[in-house]
Each structure stands twice: as structure tokens, then as C-alpha cells.
T-cell receptor
Framework: NAGVTQTPKFQVLKTGQSMTLQCAQD?????MSWYRQDPGMGLRLIHYSVGAGITDQGEVPNGYNVSRSTTEDFPLRLLSAAPSQTSVYFC??????????FGSGTRLTVV | AQSVTQLGSHVSVSEGALVLLRCNYSSSVPPYLFWYVQYPNQGLQLLLKYTSAATLVKGINGFEAEFKKSETSFHLTKPSAHMSDAAEYFC?????????????FGKGTTLSVSS
């Protein structure tokens, strides 16, 4: 039981490049979400999904796309990276009303 | 809409002293409330959660929190701080009536423990 797995752990992008942050969970959780963490800002919700085929926007969705084709996977796509997207990204999943299980994070730097 | 306010972005205590981290929430519906801890360069770990059962919730590592509806608070306490408690702590709220809603986080409180 691996929990929530995020890859890669570190990434450096050039402005304008695109990439996909991967997130997979093996707990059969229906609910998955992506957060970004910036100093002094806490964790802000980017996108979330309540089940396969269903996604919705969070507080800061601009510049990011998501899809949920399976229960297990919830990738986050950066279409054209900008320096403002330099951050630490966390994927999380949960079942019902219980606390989230978080991945270990992806530290992204856009230069 | 739900929101969380953590009072004090930085709290410093001496080893052995009481730890008190403050969290106030705003919610128009019954809330679930959570405290998470983040150690440097790591992910978030659940400390404890309130899900409408007992108002005094005990968590891991000797932490506990009390849900006070009249004060809309969910403060985190520990009787005696250890050096290993130094970390960042986040309070979060979600809608108890809808399992598919997101966690809304406060901005975090960094706890420093001195010897």
C-alpha cells in the first residue's frame, strides 16, 4: 500500500514549456485534489475531482488543466509554464469525510 | 463559503512549555476540522480531526484540540513541547454534509521550540 505517489519530486522548467505532474493513489479513494504551497499562503486548491470523469476548479485554477480517466490517477498539466507557477505542489486523496492523505510533493521551479 | 484563520504566523516556546496554536473557522454548514503538521521538506501529516463526535479530540504525538462551536474555534494544544515538535502546522476545514468538498487551509503557523 503505497498511499499517494507523486512524480517527479523536483523539476526545473523554462518559461513557456509544458509538463505533467503525476499523481497516483492505490487506496480506491474517490476524492482527489491538487494544491500549491507558497510561503505565507498556506495550501491553495488548484483543481479537484470527486470521481473518475468528474473534475472542477478550485481557488487558483488558471494555467493548469486536469483530467480523471481512472480512480487511481489525477495528473496536473501546466500548459505554458510561468515563473509565477514556481511552487511546491501537493496531491491528496480521501474517502468520504475523513482527512486527506497527501503525497510527498513536487518542487517546481520555472526560470 | 468556508475559511480558516490561524492567529500568529510564528509561535516560539521553550522546551517543556505549553503549546497553543490558534485556529478560528468560518462555515455556514457543520464543519469537519483538521490539524496537519509539516516537517521541513516533507508532505503533510494528519495530527487530528473533528468529525462531529467528541468535541475534545486527541491526536498523535500528544496533541489535542477542542471544538468550540460558540467561539468558532479549534485550537491545538500540547502540555509540554519537545524539540521534535518544531514544524509548520495547518488548520483546515471542510463541509461535513458533503463528502466531495475540498479542504480549505489556513496560512499556517510555524512553531519554534528552544532548549
Amino acid at each position: 500500500n503505497a498511499g499517494v505517489t507523486q512524480t517527479p519530486k523536483f523539476q526545473v522548467l523554462k518559461t513557456g514549456q509544458s509538463m505533467t505532474l503525476q499523481c497516483a493513489q492505490d487506496m480506491n479513494h474517490e476524492y482527489m485534489s491538487w494544491y500549491r504551497q507558497d510561503p505565507g499562503m498556506g495550501l491553495r486548491l488548484i483543481h479537484y475531482s470527486v470521481g473518475a470523469g468528474i473534475t472542477d476548479q478550485g481557488e487558483v485554477p488558471n494555467g493548469y488543466n486536469v483530467s480523471r480517466s481512472t480512480t487511481e490517477d489525477f495528473p496536473l498539466r501546466l500548459l505554458s509554464a510561468a515563473p509565477s507557477q514556481t511552487s511546491v505542489y501537493f496531491c491528496a486523496s480521501r474517502m468520504g469525510g475523513y482527512g486527506y492523505t497527501f503525497g510527498s510533493g513536487t518542487r517546481l521551479t520555472v526560470v | 463559503a468556508q475559511s480558516v484563520t490561524q492567529l500568529g504566523s510564528h509561535v516560539s516556546v521553550s522546551e517543556g512549555a505549553l503549546v497553543l496554536l490558534r485556529c478560528n473557522y468560518s462555515s455556514s454548514v457543520p464543519p469537519y476540522l483538521f490539524w496537519y503538521v509539516q516537517y521541513p521538506n516533507q508532505g503533510l501529516q494528519l495530527l487530528l480531526k473533528y468529525t462531529s463526535a467528541a468535541t475534545l479530540v486527541k491526536g498523535i504525538n500528544g496533541f489535542e484540540a477542542e471544538f468550540k462551536k460558540s467561539e468558532t474555534s479549534f485550537h491545538l494544544t500540547k502540555p509540554s513541547a519537545h524539540m521534535s515538535d518544531a514544524a509548520e502546522y495547518f488548520c483546515a476545514v471542510s463541509d461535513a454534509n458533503q463528502a466531495g468538498t475540498a479542504l480549505i487551509f489556513g496560512k499556517g503557523t510555524t512553531l519554534s521550540v528552544s532548549s
